[in-house]
């Protein structure tokens, strides 16, 4: 799987929106970028994923750069829950679903929310 | 929404005895699940890939002895830490995905061997 590099940590007030930053030159054009984040003491939980186009859901948006060699996870108001590890992953969408469809995780951005 | 369900969330244990956790999905199949494993202030890191009805596929330096692995049906895989060690505790998190959805984690077990 292509390599991503994000910022080790950010800092974001409370109420804010937030721009996670993911930079994934490799990408290859198989590769979904899928968006998790971790909670302190919980397993990863999905947030967003998406391949050309910019995607929204009630967690976050997720635009994607024309040439896809970079992608941005948007909090559009930033709570104090969502404080967390957040992971940007690129996902061959040849795995889905069997054996080569695992995550293979870096160290992410920590986010801070500060009140 | 697609759920894992992971049991139990934490569990203390001896050292020299045996621990299964197991890894539940709710509402979908999965033909295959994953499980990882986390220290403290690391990232997770996998360490096999269970599939159903066959042999795990465990990743270099994980000891397939150490980490029984089945995968019984489509809705369970148990993951067993046999003679825990100290070194052993961490953080180990399943994950399963139903076909051609993201992959779903479980909340995880914290694993402390004394």
């Known amino acids: 799987d292509a390599k991503t590099t994000q910022p080790n940590s950010m800092e974001s007030n409370e109420e804010e929106p937030v721009h996670l930053p993911c930079n994934h030159s490799?990408?290859?054009?198989?590769?979904?970028i899928h968006w998790y984040r971790q909670l302190p003491s919980q397993g990863p939980e999905y947030v967003i994923h998406g391949l050309t186009s910019n995607v929204n859901n009630r967690m976050a948006s997720l635009a994607i750069a024309e040439d896809r060699k970079s992608s941005t996870l948007i909090l559009h108001r930033a709570t104090l829950r969502d404080a967390a590890v957040y992971y940007c992953i690129l996902r061959d969408v040849r795995g889905y679903g069997g054996s080569q469809g695992n995550l293979i995780f870096g160290k992410g951005t920590k986010l801070s929310v500060k009140p | 929404g697609a759920v894992v369900s992971q049991h139990p969330s934490w569990v203390i244990c001896k050292s020299g005895t045996s621990v299964k956790i197991e890894c539940r999905s709710l509402?979908?199949?999965?033909?295959?699940m994953f499980w990882y494993r986390q220290f403290p202030k690391q990232s997770l890191m996998l360490m096999a890939t269970?599939?159903?009805?066959?042999?795990?596929?465990?990743e270099q330096g994980v000891e397939k002895d150490k980490f029984l692995i089945n995968h019984a049906s489509l809705t369970l895989s148990t993951l067993t830490v046999t003679s825990a060690h100290p070194e052993d505790s961490s953080f180990y998190i399943c994950?399963?995905?139903?076909?051609?959805?993201?992959?779903?984690f479980g909340n995880g077990t914290r694993l402390t061997v004394t």
């Open positions: 269970s599939n159903e009805g066959s042999k795990a596929t465990y």
């Open positions: 490799t990408i290859s054009g198989t590769d979904y």
């Open positions: 509402d979908f199949q999965a033909t295959t």
């Open positions: 994950s399963a995905s139903g076909g051609n959805s993201p992959l779903h």
